[in-house]
Nanobody, 124 residues
Framework: QLRLVESGGGSVQPGGSIKLSCAAS????????VAWFRQAPGKERTGIQC????????YYTDANRERFTISRDNRAKTVYLLLRYVQPEDTAVYYC?????????????????WGQGTQVTVSS
């Protein structure tokens, strides 16, 4: 089965940090652009950042650009999202998505693969 698998979610206190991981199962992330999205309760899913094979990043929003960092370890075939200084409004299900190629499209691009999501809950 071809799918993405997110991990690393959980509960975190306001002001803390949490690092999410995205790995592929049944295929490889080699030479594919990968992005992180999130969906807060009662809201639509929105894009955060996308990263290409050569680590070039595309930002889908400036709202959390200073606090969130996308990265990838191509040898480990994993893409990460580091969330720093989290706030309760960062509570959401975080998803990763992968393209069939190495281009970061617009948020509503033709993403080839999606993960099932990992829950991040920010509360004291």
């Amino acid at each position: 089965q071809l799918r993405l698998v997110e991990s690393g979610g959980g509960s975190v206190q306001p002001g803390g940090s949490i690092k999410l991981s995205c790995a592929a199962s049944g295929f490889t992330l080699d030479y594919r652009a990968v992005a992180w999205f999130r969906q807060a309760p009662g809201k639509e899913r929105t894009g955060i950042q996308c990263i290409r094979w050569a680590h070039n990043a595309r930002y889908y929003t400036d709202a959390n650009r200073e606090r969130f960092t996308i990265s990838r370890d191509n040898r480990a075939k994993t893409v990460y999202l580091l969330l720093r200084y989290v706030q309760p409004e960062d509570t959401a299900v975080y998803y990763c998505a992968a393209m069939a190629d190495d281009n970061c499209p617009t948020e509503d691009g033709d993403w080839a693969y999606w993960g099932q999501g990992t829950q991040v809950t920010v509360s004291s």
